[in-house]
């Protein structure tokens, strides 16, 4: 059963336009969530995180939106770069319960074309 | 701050063979320890989960016996696959926590594993 889910395995964008990834998410219980990217043979790097008690955040090209209600939430880069290709990932938490469990989505990988 | 290693960055073995992977932080103290396996174009699966000095928990169908997990301390956690078998190959990544660091979890670079 997969909680997180990134329904788009790959996204095209050409330099300086908007990426926007998509993550959904299942289990209501889930109140902090991240974004990670991650080029192959190395581990992910962290990007972005938004608590349950907001709907977004901000980070220079980096924003997050989310829809708790739709259980779904979205990275937007802007302007894209070609640096930003990679594979993203989402991942969810219960940081209330502590547990410190992180749940990844499957990945996007996004390609920004010069 | 906040950097993880992992070692050896790539490994080769034969079937039946035991692996050791080392994961470090080398500037902060990890209260919290995670082991990742990602196969090709997957996710990252969480298999374990380990607080220093104490046993490592296990998510459901990972094998404890398989893959042994130490946090002998605070700085050191380390992946044993016992008697490897090329379904074993795979990337496995770790991670680590730090108190008071809001449930961030620093990545390391992570291990190929290739089981001959």
């Known amino acids: 059963d997969q909680q997180v889910k990134q329904n788009s395995p790959s996204l095209s964008v050409q330099e300086g336009r908007i990426s926007i990834l998509n993550c959904d998410y299942t289990?209501?219980?889930?109140?902090?969530f991240l974004w990670y990217k991650k080029y192959p043979a190395e581990g992910p790097t962290f990007l972005i995180s938004?608590?349950?008690?907001?709907d977004k955040n901000e980070d220079g090209r980096f924003t997050v939106f989310l829809n708790k209600s739709a259980k779904h939430l979205s990275l937007h880069i802007v302007p894209s770069q070609p640096g930003d290709s990679a594979v993203y990932f989402c991942?969810?938490?219960?940081?209330?319960?502590?547990?410190?469990?992180?749940?990844f989505g499957t990945g996007t990988r996004l390609k920004v074309l010069a | 701050g906040a950097v993880v290693s992992q070692h050896p960055s790539r490994v080769i073995c034969k079937s039946g063979t035991s692996v050791k992977i080392e994961c470090r932080s080398l500037?902060?103290?990890?209260?919290?320890m995670f082991w990742y396996r990602q196969f090709p174009k997957k996710s990252l699966m969480l298999m374990a989960t380990?607080?220093?000095?104490?046993?490592?928990?296990?998510e459901q169908g990972v094998e404890k016996d398989k893959f042994l997990i130490n946090h002998a301390s605070l700085t050191l956690s380390t992946l044993t696959v016992t008697s490897a078998h090329p379904e074993d190959s795979s990337f496995y990544i770790c991670?680590?926590?730090?108190?008071?660091?809001?449930?961030?979890?620093?990545f390391g670079p992570g291990t190929r594993l290739t089981v001959l």
């Open positions: 991670s680590a926590s730090r108190a008071g660091s809001n449930n961030e979890q620093f």
């Open positions: 289990n209501s219980m889930f109140d902090y």
């Open positions: 938004i608590s349950s008690i907001k």
């Open positions: 991942a969810a938490t219960e940081k209330a319960a502590g547990t410190y469990k992180y749940i």
């Open positions: 500037d902060f103290q990890a209260t919290t």
């Open positions: 380990s607080n220093e000095g104490s046993k490592a928990t296990y």
